[in-house]
Every structure is written in C-alpha cells, then in structure tokens.
C-alpha cells in the first residue's frame, strides 16, 4: 500500500514536471515575442515597458528550471524511507533524546496532529496525536474484540435435516435423526 502510494506520488511528480516545462516553452516564446515587438518599437516608453516585462518573464523562467530540476528528485529510495519511518515509529524517543534541535522539532510534528496547548497553573493540555500513533495507541489500548462464540452466519430455524451433526471433546459423531 505505501509502494502504491510512493510510485503514484512519483508519476504525479513525471506529470508536474512535464506541465513545468511546457510551461517554460510558453514563457520562452513569449520572450521572443516581446524581442521582435522591441526591434519594431519607436519610442522610448514602450522599449522601456518591454525590458520590463522581459525582465520578469526572465525570472520567471528561472523560477520554473529551479522548479523542473527539484520536481521529480528522490532524496532517499522507497526502502529507505520506509525504513527510517518505522524505525522513528518503534521508538520516537530515540530522535527526542538527539542533541539537535531540528530533530526535536521534527517528532514534535510527526508525533502530534496540532501544537501542544498550554493552559497556565495548569499546565499542558490532552493533545491530539497525529494518525499513526492514535492506531498504535488503539492497538496497545486493546479496543479489539475477540469474535463472539456463536456463528458468524444467522441462526436459521426450521431446518430439518435426516442426521445432525454434534461436536463433542473434538469428535464428530453422526446420529439418526429418525
């Protein structure tokens, strides 16, 4: 399922990048169209109104290679970040107890769904976990049942059969139902 989720996030990536570029195309043609309208200007105001545009046109196209070269980059594999999320999972309080700041931060926000609430005299508040660990927390809590002894299917009544079954210590004997 995460695969599913990690190759499907990568395509849309392929597709976002593809609109990237078709998109700096756009502003490129663009460009050369405001160059061909300045070598036909003749005053002064409108060559001036052209270099500005084409100088924004200019940072745009920047914007948009920056864009199209980080679209699409895997900074880790598949494995390894599956990896490294379920090691943080298993035991979150070993990146707590790391020297970095950035690290704290970051379980912080992997670990609860809002900021924390602080109520003054107090103290903090009940917070709100993010998804993956209210599920841990409902499978160590013991919210799941055990099935109920009866028969998963409805009781039916009214079926007669010529011989019943009986289970009795394990063995199946069969008697006449005559």
């Not at 399922?1 to 570029?21: C, G, I």
């Given at each position: 399922?995460?695969?599913?989720?990690?190759?499907?996030?990568?395509?849309?990536?392929?597709?976002?990048?593809q609109?990237?570029?078709?998109?700096?195309?756009?502003?490129?043609?663009?460009?050369?169209?405001?160059?061909?309208?300045?070598?036909?200007?003749?005053?002064?105001?409108?060559?001036?109104?052209?270099?500005?545009?084409?100088?924004?046109?200019?940072?745009?196209?920047?914007?948009?290679?920056?864009?199209?070269?980080?679209?699409?980059?895997l900074?880790?594999?598949?494995d390894?970040?599956?990896?490294t999320?379920?090691?943080?999972?298993?035991?979150?309080?070993?990146?707590?107890?790391?020297?970095?700041?950035?690290?704290?931060r970051?379980?912080?926000?992997?670990?609860?769904?809002?900021?924390?609430?602080?109520?003054?005299?107090?103290?903090?508040?009940?917070?709100?976990?993010?998804?993956?660990?209210?599920?841990?927390?409902?499978?160590?809590v013991?919210?799941?049942?055990?099935?109920?002894?009866?028969?998963?299917?409805?009781?039916?009544?009214?079926?007669?059969?010529?011989?019943?079954?009986?289970?009795?210590?394990?063995?199946?004997?069969?008697?006449?139902?005559?």
């Amino acid at each position: 399922m995460f695969e599913d989720l990690w190759n499907h996030r990568l395509a849309n990536a392929a597709a976002q990048s593809q609109m990237l570029k078709s998109e700096l195309a756009k502003t490129e043609r663009q460009v050369e169209q405001l160059l061909d309208r300045i070598l036909d200007a003749e005053t002064a105001t409108v060559v001036r109104a052209y270099e500005v545009r084409i100088r924004k046109l200019e940072e745009q196209k920047a914007a948009l290679a920056e864009k199209i070269t980080n679209c699409g980059r895997l900074l880790r594999s598949f494995d390894e970040s599956l990896r490294t999320s379920l090691d943080f999972l298993s035991n979150p309080w070993k990146l707590w107890t790391s020297e970095r700041l950035e690290d704290k931060r970051a379980v912080l926000k992997l670990t609860f769904g809002d900021r924390l609430a602080y109520v003054r005299n107090e103290g903090f508040r009940t917070p709100k976990l993010s998804l993956p660990f209210k599920v841990l927390a409902d499978l160590s809590v013991g919210k799941s049942k055990m099935a109920r002894p009866e028969r998963f299917e409805l009781p039916t009544s009214g079926f007669v059969g010529r011989r019943s079954i009986q289970l009795n210590y394990g063995r199946l004997f069969c008697e006449s139902a005559t």
